[in-house]
């Protein structure tokens, strides 16, 4: 079980630093990103450092947003 704790905390690093990684290249801020979500500033920060798993409807609206597929976000592609 241990192993699958590790993992799942690699996967979820991996996420968090590639919808901060996409949301700087677009040269978005927080808040920005937040109101296209319609939620607030602190939850989607929460999300960048890990403090909140991200839920599949925000993933879906992120990919719209940056125009990548749920895959790249989740980093399962290049």
Known sequence: ??????S???ITYNIN???KEL?????????SVAEYLNIKQNTY???????RQLPIDVLTKLAKLY???TDYILDLED
Request: glycine content about 0%; cysteine-free.
């Open 45 to 51: 920060s929460q999300y960048e450092n890990e403090k």
């Open 23 to 31: 949301r700087e290249e677009n040269n978005l801020t927080q808040q």
């Open 17 to 19: 630093m590639k919808i």
């Open 8 to 10: 799942q905390s690699v």
């Open 1 to 6: 079980m241990r192993y699958l704790s590790i």
């Open 67 to 69: 125009k990548v597929s």
